[in-house]
């Protein structure tokens, strides 16, 4: 199994960072988590285009992580040549998301339909609304959901991916809490999203402070992996996000967890492997 950061940036832009999006590729299988700015040039950078998607997963519905899933809609229809079904799973809220994202693109798809005629109808998105604890399958990948805690913004969910042998959890944004334990407890590989309390707190204003509140630190993120024993921990969606390789202040706040830790740039990939 193969964990890709699509995109390490958060929710304000970067010239050098795709908003948050992470891919799970096994040999059959690619899945889309999160679908942040810029996610379909970042897939293309690995070769991976909308109609090659097994699934797109969404762990909440804030806006950096679904502002370019429309795109991900439309490049998955005007692809594919016979009209496929596009998956996507989320928390309760998701159809309603999906309901507006395609009024968006009424116009579009009428123009593109009226242009086309071989494009014989909109595009096809399939909505799975899920709630934690919900197990199922996207080709040979097992998924299963869990409880975050990323309040007010609720609901939220973690995924945590199984084939191959190998385990990957996907937790998205939020503070430590007993559903990330539990779905992260002896998985392979554990992805979270994180935030460097020390540099928020440089900034006086109140509504960066308030991003403390809801999201894990490098040291928390560190003691989740720690507890739930995990292999690997892989930091993304730097908050505020550092200068391009610039991970040594990163790395040494997640000092609490004895694994291996990845930080990475767009594109980096981590291969999960068993234990031999
Ligand atoms: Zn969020
Ligand atoms: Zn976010």
Redesign the pocket.
């Known amino acids: 199994m193969n964990i890709i950061l699509t995109g390490t940036g ?2 304000l832009p970067d010239p050098h960072r795709a908003g ?1 999006s992470t891919v799970i590729t096994t040999a059959s299988t690619t899945i889309l988590v999160d679908a942040g700015r810029a996610v379909v040039m970042r897939l293309a950078a690995c070769d991976i285009i909308p109609p090659f998607l097994s699934a797109v997963v969404l762990t909440h519905l ?1 806006s ?2 679904i502002c370019d899933l429309n795109d991900v809609v439309t490049t998955h229809w005007v692809m594919t040549p016979e009209p496929t079904d596009l998956h996507v799973y989320g928390p309760v809220g998701t159809a309603q998301a999906v309901d507006g994202l395609l009024s968006m693109l009424a116009s579009d798809i009428g123009y593109r339909m009226k242009h086309h005629a071989d494009l014989v109808e909109p595009p096809r998105v399939i909505v799975h609304e899920l709630t934690p604890g919900e197990q199922f399958l996207v080709g040979d990948v097992s998924v299963l959901t869990g409880a975050t805690d990323h309040r007010p913004v609720e609901p939220t969910l973690g995924y945590r991916f199984s084939a191959e042998g190998v385990s990957a959890v996907v937790a998205g ?1 939020g503070v430590p809490c007993t559903g990330l334990d539990e779905l992260v407890r002896g998985a392979d590989a554990y992805v979270q ?1 994180v935030v460097r309390e020390d540099l928020v707190r440089l900034v006086p204003r109140q509504r960066f402070l308030d991003i403390l509140g809801y999201h894990s630190t490098v040291r928390q993120a560190a003691q989740t992996a720690q507890r739930g024993g995990v292999r690997t921990l892989v930091l993304t ?1 730097f908050i505020p996000t550092p200068a391009l390789g610039e991970y040594d202040g990163w790395r040494a706040l997640a000092a609490d967890f004895d694994g291996v830790v990845v930080t990475g740039d767009d594109l980096t990939r981590v291969s999960v492997t068993p234990l031999s």
């Open positions: 958060g929710p948050p804030h950096d992580h944004d999203t969606h």
